[in-house]
């Protein structure tokens, strides 16, 4: 038969020969499984694992003591006795009575703080091996004393989050950023308070690493300046997302008809019914845009809305009086054009 100590690092043992510290682990032959459980403390460090140390064997050590009679002469008359038992069995009492027993316990216990039942061991006749020196007997292989230590990583994908705890918060514990937005996990729950599982968490058309990383623009707040248009919108048709009135002419982005202007700026030729309508419909906001900066909003809404009968054909086609003929285009310019109507409203 084996053994080694078990002694937990950076975690509680759960059971053992001594609660939460220490266990024996014995076996007898090669292959033989045994477990250690380990308790991680509320506020666990970066690793936990097992010291094992030191690992012996035991061999049982007996003997038998007697006196062999052989008789010459006129004793050859006689049957010959054969041997005379003079001791047989363990030589745990032997042990004992010289102290080895008390001798091999205290010095275990002051190597590693506790007696495992070595002295027990060898009162019952056992010596462990090679404590001996030298050593009684050699088992090959035998392992020389010392200490391994089987370190287990408790962030795999050292993100800052434990691997329990993302278990527990559904992320992938082998990936440090699981939504793939430019934040890590650990970042997304510790620092920004931000969803790691939902890459644009405020739903703002901007992920999540984007707003921190690029826009500096809150990843929680859909509309970081509060003009009332989506930090998205800003980025994607020439607004600062940081500034309500990139312009500085008065009039919050959100009411403001640049972002609308800028989309029509990016439509190709293609996408138009007629050259000349690009400069229209640029002409139809400017004179909004000056409706709004007189403080004439219900002008201005009139406008939008004739505006508006140019860019309504699509469902699958557009129709006779639509300027943007191409669906792709002028769906997403309407629903632009829809927005600033809620915003003047």
């Known amino acids: 038969g084996a053994a080694t100590v078990a002694v937990p690092v950076g975690a509680d043992l759960v059971g053992g020969d001594v609660p939460g510290i220490a266990d024996v682990l014995e076996w007898q032959a090669a292959g033989t499984a045994q477990t250690v459980t380990l308790q991680l403390p ?17 061999l049982s050590a007996s003997a038998n003591v007697a006196i062999d009679l052989d ?16 001791f047989s069995g363990s030589l745990g009492p032997v042990f ?7 001798a091999i316990g205290d010095a275990v ?11 027990a061991q060898v009162a019952a006749g056992n010596l462990p091996v090679p404590f001996t020196d030298p050593e009684v007997a050699t088992f090959p292989p035998v392992p020389t004393l010392g200490s391994l230590v089987f370190s287990i990583g408790l962030d795999a994908d ?11 918060l559904g992320t992938d514990p082998d990936d440090a950023d699981t939504d793939d937005d430019g934040l890590s996990d650990g970042d997304e729950v510790l620092v920004y308070g931000t969803d790691p599982l939902d890459a644009d968490t405020d739903d703002d058309g901007l992920t999540d690493g984007e707003e921190v990383l690029v826009y500096g623009t809150d990843p929680l707040d859909p509309d970081t300046d509060d003009d009332g248009l989506l930090d998205g919108i800003e980025v994607d048709f020439g607004t600062d997302p940081l500034d309500p009135d990139t312009d500085d002419d008065g009039i919050p982005d959100g009411q403001d008809v640049e972002f609308i202007q800028n989309a029509i ?9 007629a050259p000349g309508h690009r400069t229209a419909m640029l002409s139809h906001l400017n004179s909004i845009e000056h409706s709004v900066a007189k403080g004439h909003v219900a002008q201005a809404l009139t406008k939008l809305r004739n505006l508006r009968t140019h ?4 469902g ?4 006779n009086t639509d300027w943007v003929v191409d669906c792709g285009a002028q769906i997403p310019l309407r629903a632009l054009l829809d927005l600033l109507v809620a915003n003047l409203s």
Do not use: R
């Open 109 to 119: 216990a002051g190597a590693i703080g506790f007696d495992p039942g070595f002295a």
């Open 311 to 314: 860019l309504d054909g699509c």
């Open 96 to 102: 004992v009575a010289n102290g080895v027993d008390t």
């Open 316 to 319: 699958t086609s557009a129709d």
């Open 42 to 58: 509320a506020a666990p460090g970066s690793s936990a694992g097992v010291d094992l140390g030191p690992i012996y064997h035991w």
């Open 71 to 86: 008789f010459e002469g006129i004793f050859g008359l006689i049957g010959d006795p054969g041997n005379v038992d003079i």
């Open 265 to 273: 700026a990016a439509l190709a030729a293609s996408d138009l019914k």
């Open 158 to 168: 050292g993100d800052g989050l434990l691997d329990g705890e993302e278990l527990a």
